[in-house]
């Protein structure tokens, strides 16, 4: 897989430049990888005319590096042969992975907002609710 380019698009910005190549590598629709990501980062964004990513936060590649890895574990790689010829299906609102290498199908969980960090001191937030 191609590394991630990332770039700054003014100060609270970031494209990423390459989303639409790393989409169709991965075999997977822009819209699921889109929310995808912007769960796991906890921000919110779009994909702009040029077919990247544009999202709220400054972000590297080594930020987005795990985002990948994680998204290729748990929606493109088959459980059974870890083969990477998938795609994803969705039957009764179930997604399933469906491996076209080996015909083994697995669920696989929908895409839910991920970590939320904890941007304030812990000192203070608990002194406001005590």
């Given amino acids: 897989m191609v590394p991630p380019q990332m770039a700054r ?9 390459n989303f639409s190549t790393i989409c169709s590598q991965l075999n997977r629709d822009q819209a699921h990888l889109t929310t995808y990501i912007l769960a796991e ?52 609102r179930l997604l399933f992975l469906h491996c076209r290498r080996c015909g083994s199908r697995t669920t696989v969980k929908n895409v839910t907002s991920g970590f939320q960090a904890v941007t304030a001191r812990r000192a203070a937030l608990r002194a406001k609710t005590q």
């Fill in 41 to 92: 980062l906890g921000t919110q964004g779009s994909i702009d005319a040029s077919g990247g990513l544009l999202f709220k936060g400054r972000y590297q590649s080594k930020h987005m590096e795990p985002v990948l890895r994680n998204y290729c574990r748990n929606y493109v790689l088959c459980v059974t042969c870890q083969s990477s010829d998938t795609e994803l299906c969705k039957d009764s």
């Fill in 9 to 17: 698009v003014g100060t609270k910005k970031t494209l990423f430049v």
